[in-house]
């Protein structure tokens, strides 16, 4: 098995920075932050140093999956299947019935996104394999709609690492976190745990860029994130509540939100956020706003000095800058790898999980087009579309999908008009397919995994929108288990969701 690409989720510690315990003094807060400082740093001399982290263009994935018993209820048992399994490509996740799969990078040049579904196929079977010894299935579906609250209380799984991210967030919000969600219907609880967060599966894409080309390629990700979660939504429903097409992005939000009392417009920054402007010249921007932005959940020091490896002409792991930046969570966010000589990935994380690989890999093929179509015409982009709109039109993207009306200009550099989310989808499609072949991707693969967007588009059928229909006709309650047993009959054929039965 080649070795993976790691990618981090919601918290995956760094290698060889373990998390052994939930309590920490004021000294392991003034020590971390010192060691944070001194990492940025040497971030800074490393991406002033010549040639580092150049290297060819990867992209790499990760998916999160539920386990699901025979009822499509979800199954607690993580730790049973990741026992029935050596594959190296799984891992855990932050609730008992979460497991994620993780692709090795491959190389953007070719047909990436077919070697991407293969791989993905593959490590899919392999957990399905796992889970059935125990007597679940596996299903990659943004929120599992047969979820109830009291599958969310006390799911959290047995790991230090969640219990001490945990015990951090319920120490600042101990009157617990406030989810207020407004769709089709409403959603107003207070929760007491982080395992509201594990409700979400995501597909999240990793881009290995050179340095001097982030700023660019990190701005297009954020513009392009919009027209990309719009014909990919596919989570409409949370706790018997029809709501936002990517309910997701507002759940992970306020459920992990650390600042007591806040609200949509609060001046303080969210921990879970579309950002706060354009990055100006360098990565190293949006690793330093985490450091001073946000205090440190888990002040855990490695045993590496990094600056008595930057001395001997080495690359420093920054275990604890990537620990703390693990835990800001930009819908588009910064990665530094120290392997392979060290280097740069942005990890587009919005993006949901499912319903089948051909989707999230058609996702996949849509984004990166769209990031590198962007990043050639990145300034008169900027031009037209200020940090507002595109925040703008991410979140309405998320709430109303393919419905949504985005701001965009004719050409850029234009002034921002209002357009229908699907005209725009549309529009789009031949940009994308030219920045996928300007970077390599044969024209043919970019053909075939593009033609799935464009067919979603043209029939406006997500995923959200399957859903909601055969909510709709099946009803709530025992009705839900229903929905979840189609899905899994649809998904089993590997046919992308525009093809799927409506009732």
Not at 191 to 198: A, H, I, K, L, R
Not at 391 to 405: E, I
């Amino acid at each position: 098995m080649p070795r993976c690409l790691g990618a981090r989720g919601i918290l995956r510690a760094p290698m060889g920075l373990e998390i052994d315990r939930a309590e920490f003094t004021d000294e392991d807060h003034a020590r971390f932050d010192r060691r944070l400082y001194r990492c940025l740093h040497a971030l800074s001399e490393l991406l002033a140093r010549p040639g580092f982290g150049v290297g060819p263009t990867t992209i790499g994935a990760e998916v999160e999956l539920d386990l699901v018993d025979a009822d499509g209820r979800p199954a607690p048992i993580n730790r049973e299947v990741l026992a029935e399994t050596r594959d190296p490509r799984v891992t855990h996740e932050v609730d008992r019935f979460n497991v994620e799969v993780n692709s090795c990078p491959l190389a953007l040049a070719g047909r990436p996104f077919t070697a991407l579904a293969d791989e993905l196929g593959d490590a899919l079977q392999e957990v399905g394999r796992a889970a059935a010894l125990h007597g679940a299935r596996t299903i990659a579906i943004g929120i599992l709609p047969t979820l109830r609250e009291a599958d969310l209380h006390g799911a959290l799984t047995e790991r230090n690492r969640y219990r001490a991210l945990s015990a951090a967030l319920r120490r600042l919000r101990p009157d617990g976190f406030s989810l207020h969600i407004e769709g089709e219907d409403a959603l107003a609880i207070v929760v007491d745990d982080v395992t509201f967060e594990g409700a979400n599966t995501s597909f999240q894409l990793h881009l290995r860029i050179d340095p001097d080309a982030f700023a660019a390629h990190y701005n297009a990700a954020q513009l392009a994130m919009a027209p990309a979660l719009a014909v990919a939504g596919n989570s409409p429903l949370f706790l018997g509540r029809r709501l936002w097409d990517e309910t997701r992005i507002a759940l992970f939000r306020q459920s992990v939100d650390d600042r007591e009392g806040a609200c949509a417009d609060d001046w303080r920054p969210a921990r879970v956020s579309f950002g706060h402007g354009w990055v100006r010249r360098s990565a190293l921007e949006l690793f330093a706003e985490s450091v001073s932005l946000h205090a440190p959940l888990l002040p855990v020091l490695g045993p590496q000095d990094p600056d008595e490896v930057l001395r001997s002409g080495g690359v420093p792991e920054l275990a604890e800058l990537r620990l703390h930046h693990g835990t800001v969570w930009r819908w588009n966010r910064a990665v530094f790898d120290a392997t392979a000589g060290g280097h740069l990935r942005i990890e587009m994380r919005a993006l949901p999980s499912g319903p089948t690989v051909a989707d999230m890999v058609a996702n996949a093929a849509f984004g990166t087009g769209l990031v590198f179509a962007f990043a050639g015409d990145i300034d008169p982009m900027l031009a037209g579309l200020t940090f507002g709109h595109a925040r703008r039109n991410f979140y309405d993207a998320a709430r109303f999908g393919l419905d949504a009306r985005l701001l965009w200009p004719d050409r850029p550099g234009a002034r921002a008009r209002e357009v229908d989310a699907r005209d725009l989808v549309t529009r789009l499609l031949p940009v994308a397919h030219a920045g996928l072949c300007s970077h390599g991707v044969d024209a043919a693969e970019a053909d075939a995994w593009l033609a799935i967007i464009e067919a979603r588009a043209t029939l406006g059928r997500t995923g959200a929108r399957w859903q909601r229909a055969w909510h709709a006709a099946l009803g709530g309650g025992e009705g839900e288990c229903a929905l979840v047993e189609r899905y899994l009959q649809e998904a089993a054929t590997g046919r992308p969701v525009h093809t799927w039965t409506l009732p």
